[in-house]
Structures are given as C-alpha cells and as structure tokens.
C-alpha cells in the first residue's frame, strides 16, 4: 500500500532533549513538508523540502531541524532550543509533476514534553 | 488580513441538511484550492480540490469558486453525523505555497 507513514505516534521527553520524529512516504513524491498543530489552532509550517539534499525554512522554523538524504524520508528533529514544543506534528507530501500538487498528510506524531 | 480565513464556528446542522463552509484569500493570483476533513486526533484528509471558477461536484460535496470574489466554499448535502469534523480551507498562492485556514468546526445533529 502506498502512503505516508509517521513514527511513533505518541512521543514523550523531558525538557531540554532532543528528539526526532520519523516521516518515511512510498508514494514518489517530490516534496515533504512539516507542520505543526496547536489545539484548535490550523496548521503551522516549520521546513519543506522539493528536492533531496535541500530544504526550506517554513514559517516557524526555529528550533527544529530537518534533513532529506533519500526520497522517501525527511526526519524532523526538535530540539532543546524549541521553547514550546508540545504539539501535534504532522507530515506531508506532493508530486510537484502533476495534479493540483494536492498534500497527503501522514497521521502524525503527538509529542509532549514535560 | 489574514491570508486565508474560514467562518468562524461551530458550525452546527441537523442530520440531512446542507452544511455550508466559506473561506476567503488574499492573494489573488493563487492557483489551487483544496478542503480537508480532519476528524478529532487524526490528520487531515483530502476531500477534493478546485482551480477552475465555478462548481466542482463530488458525490455529497460540492466546492464552488469564484476568484473574483476571492472566495471559496464547500457545501455538503444530506449533511450525516461521520461528517461531524473541522473542515481545512488551503490555497495555493501565486508565489507558490500553499497556506491552511484555521479551519471551521462542523457538527451535524442527529
């Protein structure tokens, strides 16, 4: 089956670690994105990537980092430096060669951090 | 003003009625626009997208454009109690990014 897939879905940490947070899609997308998401609140931009080996900034990029060594993957690091990290984080994908470049998302990580 | 906004909610209707949801944008040369459904503590899931002005039907859901108005919207009909859900406005703008609305909270009551 084709998808995306996240991993782990709960996420638990202490304050001042770091952690990583797995995004891995077999659908041949070109582009990956991260988001984040605050209750009741919409979606939040953190990093994108178009193309293996490059990634941009999203809007709220600050203590994250992100790397995209292979096609299918783009792990997103939050690190100590994120001042509010609890959030549920969400990854998506897009064929940027056809359609709409429509974005399926995968079913996310919910991390909290105490 | 916000790039892309949705009416506030919640948004409540009675089983079988038509639900309609309206989002607005800012920038208008944007290119795409597309609703999710996101059921409470689960991610976004595609219902459809339009870029065409006019109306696009998909079984119960219709989206409607009008860019010129800057305005796009989403009608469900035979509104049923699984659509209960908050409802994702996104565009794609003219430079390219594609920009969530905060979303619309639907309840349909039974």
């Known amino acids: 089956d084709g998808g995306i897939t996240q991993s782990p879905k709960y996420l638990f940490r202490k304050e001042g670690q770091n952690v990583t947070l797995s995004c891995e899609q077999n659908l041949n997308h070109d582009a990956m994105y991260w988001y984040r998401q605050d209750p009741g609140q919409g979606l939040r931009l953190i990093y994108y990537s178009q193309i293996v080996n490059d990634f941009q900034k999203g809007d709220i990029a600050e203590g994250y980092s992100v790397s995209r060594e292979k096609k299918e993957s783009f792990p997103l690091t939050v690190t100590s430096a994120q001042k509010n990290p609890t959030a549920f984080y969400l990854c998506a994908s897009t064929s940027l060669s056809e359609g709409a470049h429509e974005q399926y998302f995968g079913p996310g990580t919910r991390l909290t951090v105490t | ?110």
Do not use: H
């Open chain 2, 1 to 110: 003003q916000k790039e892309v906004e949705q009416n506030s909610g919640p948004l409540s209707v009675p089983e079988g009625a038509i639900a309609s949801l309206n989002c607005t944008y800012s920038d208008r040369g944007s290119q795409s626009f597309f609703w999710y459904r996101q059921y409470s503590g689960k991610s976004p899931e595609l219902i459809m997208f339009i870029y065409s002005n006019g109306d696009k039907e998909d079984g119960r859901f219709t989206a409607q454009l009008n860019k010129a108005s800057q305005y796009v919207s989403l009608l469900i009909r035979d509104s049923q109690p699984s659509d209960s859900a908050t409802y994702l406005c996104a565009v794609k703008t003219s430079y390219d990014k594609v920009i969530f609305g905060p979303g619309t909270s639907l309840s349909v009551i039974p």
